[in-house]
Nanobody, 131 residues
C-alpha cells in the first residue's frame, strides 16, 4: 500500500518561495508511478498543478504556475518535490500529493490530471500567501 505524506506548507509573503516535499512509502520502482501535486481552495475543485513520472520525462506544470513552480523527484530518496517561486496570494490553497501506479500519459496521449485518476493521496499541507 502506497502512503504519501506532504510537508513544507506555511504562511509566506507574496513574492517569496516555498518548497513542498512528498515522502513516499510502500511503492516499488520496478513499476512506473505517476506523481502529481494538486491544490484546492474551499468551495472549489481540486486541480492538478504539476505532474511527474518516476520513469519518463519531461514533467508537466499547469499554465497557471508555469515558470514559477517546478516539480522534481528523487527516486533514491522516495520523494517528490514542488518548488514554488514568486508566490502570489492566489496560490493560497491546500496542496496535496497524489500517485497512481502507471506512467503519467494515457493511451490517448493526454496526461492524468483528474482527481479520480489517482489512487493514493496524502493528507495535504496548507500554503498561505499574504499580499
Amino acid at each position: 500500500h502506497v502512503a504519501l505524506m506532504e510537508s513544507g506548507g506555511e504562511s509566506v509573503q507574496a513574492g517569496e518561495s516555498l518548497s513542498l516535499s512528498c515522502t513516499v512509502s510502500g511503492n516499488s520502482y520496478d513499476n512506473a508511478y505517476c506523481f502529481a501535486w494538486f491544490r484546492q481552495v474551499p468551495g472549489k475543485e481540486r486541480e492538478a498543478v504539476a505532474i511527474i513520472s518516476t520513469h519518463t520525462s519531461p514533467a508537466y506544470v499547469d499554465l497557471s504556475v508555469k515558470g514559477r513552480f517546478t516539480i522534481s523527484r528523487d527516486n533514491a530518496l522516495n520523494a517528490v518535490y514542488l518548488l514554488m517561486a514568486s508566490l502570489k496570494p492566489e496560490d493560497t490553497a491546500m496542496y496535496f500529493c497524489a500517485a497512481r501506479k502507471s506512467d503519467c500519459v494515457r493511451r490517448d496521449g493526454a496526461l492524468y490530471q483528474r482527481v479520480d485518476e489517482y489512487n493514493y493521496w496524502g493528507q495535504g499541507t496548507q500554503v498561505t500567501v499574504s499580499s
